[in-house]
């Protein structure tokens, strides 16, 4: 089993830049896919950004494209996501997610494991 804990959430001001990190417990995470993901009061969960288990391919949703950044280090079994330019619309609970599939997917189902959720809010 795989354990995720997401931090690094907060309030911020449009335009702002805020780091979320996922760290990983009870197996290496080296071997996994990974992604962020983010759900709206009263929306569907949906895919932020994506990467493979060696970091070379990574993927984004369109909103995000050019602003967000994920990595991952995997010796310190850990996820993160390097959000700039932040917008009221970026405003959400943000899930790391980690699965075994080849690629980073960009649906849910295509995630083993799943955080808790942290919290962002960008005021305008």
């Known amino acids: 089993q795989v354990q995720l804990v997401e931090s690094g959430g907060g309030l911020v001001q449009a335009g702002g830049s805020l780091r979320l990190s996922c760290a990983a417990s009870?197996?290496?995470?080296?071997?996994?896919?990974m992604g962020w993901f983010r759900q709206a009061p009263g929306k569907e969960r949906e895919f932020v950004a994506g990467?493979?288990?060696?970091?070379?391919?990574?993927y984004y949703a369109a909103s995000v494209k050019g602003r967000f950044t994920i990595s991952r280090d995997n010796a310190k079994n850990t996820v993160y996501l390097q959000m700039n330019s932040l917008k009221p619309e970026d405003t959400a609970v943000y899930y790391c997610?980690?699965?075994?599939?080849?690629?980073?997917?960009?649906?849910?189902?295509?995630?083993?494991?799943w955080g808790q959720g942290t919290q962002v809010t960008v005021s305008s």
């Open positions: 990467i493979n288990w060696s970091g070379f391919s990574t």
């Open positions: 009870g197996r290496t995470i080296s071997r996994y896919v």
């Open positions: 997610a980690g699965g075994t599939t080849v690629v980073a997917g960009s649906r849910t189902y295509d995630y083993d494991y």
